[in-house]
C-alpha cells in the first residue's frame, strides 16, 4: 500500500492534476447559466468529478503515449516515466481507471451525459496521436477543453442548446492558441523527431502570430456568446478583463524570448478563466 500510494502521488504529480482548473470555470459557467442560477449541489459535485476523471485520463493516457517521445526531449525526459518513477503499466492502470470514473460520473448526471461519455474520451485520448500526424493539433486539444461547458450544459439541461456551442469554439481557440506558444519551446525537438505542430511548421515568429490571431477570435467569440445570453455590464466588464489578460499573457513572451512562458500558460490561464467565471456569475447573481 505505501507504494501504491507513492506511484499514485508520483502520477498526480506528472499529470498536474491541479491544472483542470483551466477548463473548469468556463464549465461551471455553462452549468449557471443553464440552470439560470446555481445548479442543485448533487448536479455541480458530479460535474467536478467527470471534469477531474476526465483531464486526469487525457493527461495519463498523454504521458503513457509520449513516453518514448519524452525521453529523446530534454525538456520532458525527467518525467516519471522516462525517469523510471514510473512504469508505463502503472500509468496505463491509472488511465482506465480515471475513464471508469468519469463514465460513472456521467451516469450520475443524465442519460445524454452517459451515452456521449465515450465520444468525449475518444477526442480526449485522441489528441495524444494527433502531433504525429497534424500541424493542426492544437485545436485537438483545444476542442478536448472546449467540449466542457458544452457538456455541463448537457448535465443541467439533459440537452443542448446551440448557443452554448459558440463558448465551446471560444474556449477551443483559446486552448489552441496557448498550446501554440506552449509548443514554441519544443521547435528544434519536434523538427528532429518528424513531429508536427505550427511553430515546426511556420517557425515560431509565425506561431505566435496564429496564437494571437486565435486569442482575438476568442474575444469575438465571447462577445457573440454575450449578444446571445443577453449579457449586462458585469459580464461584458468580464470580457473586457480577459481580453486584458490575454494582451497580458502575450506581452510576458516574444518568438526571442521564452523564460516566462510557464507563468503565461500555467497562471495566466487559470486566472482567465476564473474572471470569466466570476463577473458571469456576478451579473447572474444581479439579475435575480
Known amino acids: ?56 485520463c487525457a493527461m495519463a493516457f498523454n504521458r503513457w503515449a509520449d ?11 525527467t518525467r516519471a516515466i522516462p525517469a523510471g518513477l514510473l512504469t508505463r503499466r ?33 477526442v480526449l485520448l485522441g489528441y495524444s496521436y494527433m502531433k504525429r500526424i497534424s500541424r493542426w493539433s492544437h485545436l485537438v486539444l483545444g476542442l478536448a477543453l472546449g467540449l466542457a461547458p458544452a457538456a455541463a450544459w ?30 514554441c519551446q519544443d521547435f528544434e525537438h519536434d523538427r528532429a523527431a518528424g513531429l508536427y505542430s505550427l511553430p515546426q511548421s511556420i517557425g515560431i515568429p509565425g506561431a505566435f502570430s496564429a496564437a494571437r490571431a486565435m486569442h482575438l477570435a476568442m474575444l469575438g467569440l465571447l462577445v457573440w456568446f454575450g449578444l446571445l445570453f443577453h449579457f449586462r455590464t458585469v459580464a461584458w466588464i468580464g ?35 476564473t474572471v470569466f467565471l466570476a463577473f458571469v456569475a456576478a451579473d447572474l447573481w444581479l439579475r435575480s
Open 1 to 56: 500500500m505505501p507504494g501504491l500510494w507513492t506511484r499514485t502521488r508520483t502520477t498526480l504529480e506528472m499529470i498536474k492534476w491541479e491544472h483542470s482548473i483551466f477548463a473548469l470555470p468556463f464549465a461551471l459557467t455553462a452549468a449557471i447559466l443553464a440552470a439560470g442560477g446555481l445548479p442543485a449541489w448533487r448536479t455541480i459535485a458530479w460535474i467536478l468529478v467527470a471534469m477531474v476523471a476526465a483531464r486526469s
Open 67 to 77: 513516453a518514448d517521445l519524452d525521453a529523446a526531449n530534454p525538456r520532458t525526459r
Open 90 to 122: 502503472f500509468v496505463l492502470g491509472f488511465t482506465v481507471l480515471a475513464a471508469l470514473v468519469f463514465v460513472l460520473a456521467s451516469a450520475q448526471l443524465n442519460r445524454l451525459t452517459l451515452y456521449l461519455s465515450p465520444l468525449v474520451l475518444v
Open 154 to 183: 448537457i448535465a443541467v439541461r439533459g440537452s443542448l442548446d446551440p448557443r452554448i456551442l459558440v463558448l465551446t469554439a471560444a474556449v477551443t481557440l483559446w486552448t489552441g492558441g496557448f498550446d501554440v506558444l506552449y509548443a
Open 239 to 273: 470580457i473586457a478583463a480577459v481580453g486584458l489578460l490575454l494582451a497580458y499573457e502575450h506581452s510576458l513572451v516574444s518568438p526571442g524570448d521564452l523564460r516566462r512562458l510557464n507563468a503565461a500558460f500555467f497562471t495566466m490561464n487559470g486566472v482567465i478563466a
